[in-house]
C-alpha cells in the first residue's frame, strides 16, 4: 500500500521568513502528486498539482513545490511567508480512484 | 459555479443511532468520494462512486457505506455509530478523467 510521509508536524516561523515543507510518497508507479491547504474553518483547497513535464510546478499564493522522481519528494516551497499562510497543509498522492495524504503539517506565521 | 454542497454542517448523534450525510458535487463532476478527518488518524478515504458505481473502497468497517445517484449526487450512511465516528466527514468531486478532487466544507459529526 502507499504511504505518504510528511517530515515536520508543526512549523512555527515569522512573517517574510522562507517555508519549505518535505513530502515523501512510498508509490513505484507514475503518480499525480498534490498539496492541499486547509485554512481555520475552511475546506481544503488545492494549492498545486504535479502530474507530469517540468517537476518544478507553481501553484497559488506564491507557493512552488519540486517533484524529485529519485527522492520520491514533492517538497512545498514559499519564498516569504505572511501571517495569512498559517494554516494546515498536505501533502497526497493519487492513485485508484483515491488520495493518500500525509499526516499534515500544521503551519503558524507570526506578525 | 458552486462549490461541492455537504449538508448537513453539523450533526450530534447519539451512540447506536444512524446517520446519513449527503453530497452534492460541482456541476458536471460524476466522481464523487468521501473521506474521514479525524485529530489522530488524519485523512483516510473512505469511497468512491462513479456512475453510481463505488470503484473503491477505504480500510473501513461495514457500518460505513455510500452510494451515488443518477444526478451524480452522493449520500454516505453510518449505522450503529460509535464514540469513535466522531469527525469531519469531507466530500469531493473530479471530472471524469481527472484526479484533481475539489472538496466541500463537510459534515461535522459528534457523537455521544
Known amino acids: 500500500a502507499q504511504s505518504v510521509s510528511q517530515h515536520n508536524h508543526h512549523v512555527i516561523l515569522s512573517e517574510a521568513a522562507s517555508l519549505e515543507l518535505g513530502c515523501n510518497y512510498s508509490?513505484?508507479?507514475?503518480?499525480?502528486l498534490f498539496w492541499y491547504v486547509q485554512y481555520p474553518g475552511q475546506h481544503l483547497q488545492l494549492l498545486l498539482k504535479y502530474f507530469s513535464g517540468d517537476p518544478l510546478v507553481k501553484g497559488i499564493k506564491g507557493f512552488e513545490a519540486e517533484f524529485i522522481k529519485s527522492k520520491f519528494s514533492f517538497n512545498l516551497r514559499k519564498p516569504s511567508v505572511q501571517w495569512s499562510d498559517t494554516a494546515e497543509y498536505f501533502c497526497?498522492?493519487?492513485?485508484?480512484?483515491?488520495?493518500?495524504f500525509g499526516a499534515g503539517t500544521t503551519v503558524t506565521v507570526r506578525a | 459555479k458552486a462549490g461541492v454542497t455537504q449538508t448537513p454542517r453539523y450533526l450530534i448523534k447519539t451512540r447506536g443511532q444512524q446517520v446519513t450525510l449527503s453530497c452534492s458535487p460541482i456541476s458536471g463532476h460524476r466522481s464523487v468520494s468521501w473521506y474521514q478527518q479525524t485529530p489522530g488518524q488524519g485523512l483516510q478515504f473512505l469511497f468512491e462512486?462513479?456512475?453510481?458505481?463505488?470503484?473503491n473502497k477505504g480500510n473501513f468497517p461495514g457500518r460505513f457505506s455510500g452510494r451515488q445517484f443518477s444526478n451524480s449526487r452522493s449520500e454516505m450512511n453510518v449505522s450503529t455509530l460509535e464514540l469513535g465516528d466522531s469527525a469531519l466527514y469531507l466530500c469531493?468531486?473530479?471530472?471524469?478523467?481527472?484526479?484533481?478532487?475539489?472538496f466541500g466544507q463537510g459534515t461535522r459529526l459528534t457523537v455521544v
Open positions: 462512486y462513479f456512475s453510481e458505481t463505488q470503484r
Open positions: 497526497a498522492v493519487s492513485n485508484d480512484y483515491k488520495l493518500s
Open positions: 469531493a468531486s473530479s471530472l471524469v478523467g481527472s484526479t484533481e478532487a475539489f
Open positions: 508509490y513505484g508507479g507514475t503518480v499525480n
